[in-house]
């Protein structure tokens, strides 16, 4: 369990505290001290030179009679600091699982002290530059040389450093029921010139794009006896990311007022751009004069969009 009173420090507690041996030396730095009782006498608190890891600069704090303000008189207190932070902008945060060592000079291993869970990821920003262990290590155990750790008052630390990269994104989806400018008003002349498929122009609803699709002879079951209506989406074209919409389409009788219109739901993709009705209207009806919907060669189709998703990525 973390705990801590300092702006700047936050240390494990023994609870908290894996310890274990492996041959293999430290990845990123070590600090060898001769000298250590000298060391010890003559100053509290001892700062590594400052080393590279992950990108960023980073140094070691070593409490040779342990760190008082935290309560850890009678062990050796170490933790690895972040330097050079008025360099990073502002509202940072790094991310970092980090292992410290001291060397067993007997057995030729490294005795590794990690959290308890070995995953664990401590959050460095401005108002935490420091993490580490204010009881290390028991200074009893530390000194005495059948441990292997000070060996003719010498010793050696180290530490490993993995910073995690923050290459994700956001995905923020929200929806919008009764967006503004909702409809979209085809008006096709020529309407028996058209070829075996036509787009409208495309127009926008709630920042996402749209577009109306006629087959006007009918795409698929009863092609050659039905108009086909679509509704269909210009983000999938370029994105893998899924669009909904609650939509009417609609051709208008320009006589009667007796419109047809069909009403469907969808999540528009990459792989199902497009969505509506192969057999939106007989095409007997639609070519039958009295019915209004064929007027001087001139078809009018409409879109309305009822409800929409708005889907932003931050990065």
Request: proline share 2%.
């Amino acid at each position: 369990m973390k705990s801590g009173d300092s702006a700047t420090t936050n240390f494990c507690d023994e609870l908290s505290i894996t310890r274990s041996k492996r041959h293999l030396p430290p990845t990123h730095y070590m600090l060898k001290i001769e000298s250590f009782s000298i060391l010890s006498e003559t100053a509290e608190k001892y700062e590594s030179g400052v080393f590279e890891a992950g990108g960023h600069k980073w140094r070691l704090s070593l409490y040779p009679k342990g760190n008082k303000k935290m309560n850890g008189t009678g062990h050796i207190s170490l933790y690895l600091a972040l330097v050079e932070t008025e360099n990073l902008p502002l509202g940072w945060e790094i991310y970092v699982n980090f292992k410290l060592f001291v060397f067993d000079q007997i057995r030729d291993k490294y005795l590794t002290i990690h959290d308890a869970d070995d995953s664990s990821i401590q959050r460095f920003h401005d108002m935490k530059t420091e993490w580490g262990f204010t009881k290390f290590l028991p200074l009893d155990t530390f000194n005495d040389v059948s441990h292997g750790y000070l060996v003719n008052d010498c010793c050696l630390f180290g530490v490993e450093v993995f910073v995690h990269k923050h290459s994700g994104k956001l995905e923020c989806v929200s929806m919008t029921k009764k967006p503004d400018n909702c409809t979209l008003t085809w008006k096709i002349e020529n309407f028996s010139a058209l070829d075996e498929e036509s787009y409208s122009q495309e127009f926008t609803v709630a920042d996402s794009q749209w577009k109306i699709l006629v087959y006007p002879k009918g795409n698929s079951i009863g092609k050659a006896k039905v108009i086909s209506v679509y509704l269909c989406s210009c983000n999938c074209l370029l994105s893998d990311l899924k669009y909904f919409a609650e939509f009417k389409l609609r051709i208008r009788d320009q006589i009667n007022k007796n419109h047809v219109e069909n009403t469907a739901k969808h999540w528009f993709s990459k792989s199902l751009k497009d969505w509506g009705f192969s057999q939106f209207l007989l095409l007997e009806n639609l070519n039958d004069a009295s019915k209004g919907f064929l007027v001087n060669d001139t078809l009018i189709v409409e879109a309305e969009i009822m409800a929409v998703s708005n889907i932003k990525l931050i990065a």
